[in-house]
């Protein structure tokens, strides 16, 4: 989620590499504050970030990927393939 919302603010679910490919429901009880919730926006952008040190703070040469915009009340999957690397 981008825009009005600070990253730490939205919905997170932490796995490991190990754990992917993986398929996951994103919704309105994954919000980190009870004022962020996927419903309250019209558009998302949904990412995902492979993090080497395993620390929250996006840092150089993590992998990552996300989506272009898309409806928050989307029910179809998305794909987000993680291919960029972080400056």
């Known amino acids: 989620i981008r825009g009005e919302v600070?990253?730490?603010?939205?919905?997170?679910q932490r796995v490991t590499v190990a754990?992917?490919?993986?398929?996951l429901t994103l919704d309105d009880s994954m919000a980190m504050m009870p004022a962020m919730r996927l419903s309250g926006?019209?558009?998302v952008i949904v990412g995902a970030r492979v993090s080497a040190s395993g620390q929250a703070t996006p840092q150089p040469g993590d992998i990552e990927g996300e989506t272009g915009p898309i409806?928050?009340?989307?029910?179809a999957p998305v794909r987000v393939q993680i291919?960029?690397?972080r400056p």
Do not use: H, M, N
Request: no cysteine; proline share 17%.
């Open 6 to 12: 600070q990253p730490g603010d939205a919905p997170v």
């Open 19 to 23: 754990d992917l490919p993986l398929t």
């Open 41 to 43: 926006f019209p558009e």
């Open 71 to 75: 409806a928050s009340s989307t029910a």
């Open 83 to 85: 291919d960029s690397i």
